[in-house]
T-cell receptor, first 110, second 112 residues
């Protein structure tokens, strides 16, 4: 089993739709959690950190459930520019290496 | 300020040759990571440097791969006797403190 697993995708949704991505991690000692987005042939870029209390940034909401070792990302009112691959990232210990999930590809269609 | 830079941006080499990939992290960032990403695949961790500590080399796929970081700044990833399966995008990232990591644009390596 991979340490970080994500919805296999791809997700094809119309503009304005709400879409949710799921991620699970296997190491209960994991401390830090993030969502990155990666555009085609570009480097990954931080979308948002994920906090235990959940956090929101505009149309994006991230949730963390430590008991279930589950992370989610919700995108409301999808835009064409949201089309990308979304990567779930987990850091086991403070300052240690980051483990990337395989990513979920999103295509927002006009 | 300047982000993470990598060079070359593209590298084509012949099977069996050695290659060196360079990463210039963000100034002051103490942590530096190397990853590789094959076409359509996720990121594969290779190696991690943190300050003056011994690097975490647990992700290096074989002894043909090595990396060093001089003076706590610039890092070089070396692949000896390249094989076709080494073809990938090699990404470098740096980080400071509790922040997340910032990626460079990557080096696209093609081994013929």
């Amino acid at each position: 089993r991979k340490e970080v697993e994500q919805d296999p995708g791809p997700f094809n949704v119309p503009e304005g739709a709400t879409v949710a991505f799921n991620c699970t991690y296997s190491n209960s000692a994991s401390q830090s959690f993030f969502w990155y987005r990666q555009d085609c042939r570009k480097e990954p870029k931080l979308l948002m950190s994920v906090y235990s209390s959940g956090n929101e940034d505009g149309r994006f909401t991230a949730q963390l459930n430590r008991a279930s070792q589950y992370i989610s990302l919700l995108i409301r009112d999808s835009k064409l520019s949201d089309s990308a691959t979304y990567l779930c990232v987990v850091s086991r210990y403070y300052g240690q290496n980051f483990v990337f999930g395989p990513g979920t590809r999103l295509s927002v269609l006009p | 300020g300047a982000g993470v830079s990598q060079s070359p941006s593209n590298k084509v080499t012949e099977k069996g040759k050695d290659v060196e990939l360079r990463c210039d992290p963000i100034s002051g960032h103490t942590a530096l990571y190397w990853y590789r990403q094959s076409l359509g695949q996720g990121l594969e961790f290779l190696i991690y440097f943190q300050g003056n500590s011994a690097p975490d080399k647990s992700g290096l796929p074989s002894d043909r791969f090595s990396a060093e970081r001089t003076g706590g700044s610039v890092s070089t990833l070396t692949i000896q006797r390249t094989q076709q399966e080494d073809s990938a995008v090699y990404l470098c990232a740096s980080r400071i403190g509790a922040e997340t990591q910032y990626f460079g644009p990557g080096t696209r390596l093609l081994v013929l």
